[in-house]
């Protein structure tokens, strides 16, 4: 498959790095003294060059040689030390595992004990306490160089995705055959590193092509973030974009937005468009390392081209097949789960899609009843709907609708005004992001299969109807 396209319709030019150290040498001779990140200190904004950042990580990375751990846990917010600790773990051959600075403690240890952290490091200190270390395990170091990343999930231990090096740098290249950045480009990063998303969009792509990255300044600078570093380029998710927007925080010099994680609904879509900001909207799996596919140009915002080293089969029932150069190694001590959606190279992503006429794909909706919400987060269906068909007393669905959780309830003497109040009991039991924001009552049936099974991607029909 030949490379998309670039701005200008040109072809873009661009290497495929095949680990983090050919990266950084690469780069720390092409653009040495240019800034590969900006952020803030006590007020003042900071930049760390490509060669300060290549030495930083050599430095970490023969620390890191000499301890006897295998496998090194990163527990602290986005920053330059976040990176150079990941990037010279990785070096060292270690198994990396990130890790949310936002987790629970209890569900923290789980993680830890799952993945066999024998070391876990906040800035540039090891913290011990009060979590429970694995012991050092002797032999050589399983998946060693290798990233886990972990899936998102709400009632289950969130599974670690194995990720190699050079998956990672196929999955930077993947972007910028449709995305082009250079060393010209200011990219703002206020996405959690620890997620595949903003690992790639938000810092590695822009690394792999001499742009800056700038770190936001957390979550109380947020909306001031964009006027004060500058970006040319923000990677977000559509929650996130939508309080840039009520707030005006965007700056003159910006010209691109990327979402992902989750879709954008049209009416933020077109806000956007009417900026003459370019707005682009990418889809990806933590499977897949992230990018597969993003839509062109000035294209609809569900219609998306695929990337070069993306190959696309749909199985008889709609679910989208993928191979790719990006795929994981597997999920980590999970044999049956990896074989189960990853057979001859080839992942069941879970996802339902449809291929145009053009041959962009279309994502419908998920096969296995699993909302993705608008801050990336996901909401497993099948048991709340039970209780919510029970209050309701009438078949209830749940679908996102322009980025809102929406209830649908089958019933034939029911209304609005009755089932609002079950609604509000309902959502006093729910987090912030997962409560009921609209509702809907149809005389109608909901869509399901022969068998009996919701086909949660016929709901939006059942809406216009």
């Known amino acids: 498959m030949l490379p998309a396209e670039g701005a200008g319709g040109r072809e873009v030019e661009g290497m495929k790095y095949k680990n983090f150290m050919e990266l950084l040498d690469d780069m720390a001779g092409r ?219 965007l700056n003159p010099e910006l010209r691109c937005i990327l979402i992902g994680a989750s879709p954008c609904d049209q009416a933020t879509f077109d806000a956007i468009t009417a900026t003459g900001v370019e707005v682009r909207c990418g889809y990806g799996l933590t499977e897949t390392a992230s990018g597969l596919a993003m839509t062109p140009v000035g294209g609809d915002r569900l219609a998306m081209d695929l990337c070069p080293d993306t190959q696309v089969r749909l199985a008889d029932d709609g679910e989208v097949m993928i191979r790719t150069t990006c795929m994981m190694e597997g999920y980590y001590h999970d044999k049956a789960s990896t074989d189960q959606v990853l057979r001859g190279g080839e992942l069941a992503t879970g996802d339902l899609g449809e291929l145009d006429e053009n041959g962009r794909l279309h994502i419908l909706g998920r096969k296995n009843d699993v909302l993705v919400l608008p801050n990336g987060e996901k909401i497993y269906c099948t048991d709340a709907e039970a209780e919510l068909s029970r209050r309701m007393k009438g078949e209830s669905a749940l679908t996102i609708v322009d980025g809102k959780i929406t209830l649908i309830v089958s019933s034939m003497d029911r209304t609005l005004e009755q089932l609002w109040p079950q609604v509000d009991e309902w959502n006093k039991d729910q987090p912030m992001g997962q409560r009921i924001a609209q509702l809907y009552v149809t005389e109608d049936k909901l869509p399901k299969t022969a068998t009996g099974k919701l086909q949660r991607w016929k709901l939006h029909r059942l809406l216009e109807d």
């Open 31 to 249: 653009f040495a003294d240019r800034p590969a990140f900006l952020y803030d200190r006590c007020g003042e904004q900071k930049t760390l060059s490509y060669k300060e950042l290549r030495a930083a990580v050599l430095a970490k990375s023969e620390e890191l040689k000499k301890d006897p751990c295998t496998c090194v846990g990163v527990y602290f917010p986005a920053c330059p030390e976040w990176v150079i600790t990941v990037f010279a773990s990785a070096i060292a051959g270690k198994r990396t595992v990130l890790l949310d600075v936002t987790m629970p403690a209890n569900k923290l240890q789980l993680l830890i004990h799952a993945t066999g952290v024998d070391k876990l490091v906040s800035y540039d200190e090891e913290v011990t306490d009060p979590l429970e270390l694995c012991k050092t395990p002797e032999g050589p170091i399983e998946h060693g160089g290798c990233i886990l990343f972990f899936t998102s999930g709400t009632t289950s231990l969130n599974k670690a995705v194995v990720i190699s090096q050079k998956a990672l740098c196929s999955s930077a290249w993947n972007g910028q055959q449709c995305l082009p950045c250079s060393e010209k480009d200011i990219v703002l990063c206020v996405l959690p590193l620890n997620h595949v998303f903003g690992f790639v969009c938000a810092m590695f792509w822009p690394l792999n092509n001499g742009a800056t990255v700038a770190f936001g300044r957390g979550i109380r600078e947020l909306m001031e973030d964009p006027k004060y570093f500058k970006p040319t380029i923000i990677s977000v998710v559509p929650t996130i974009l939508k309080y840039f927007m009520a707030t005006q925080a």
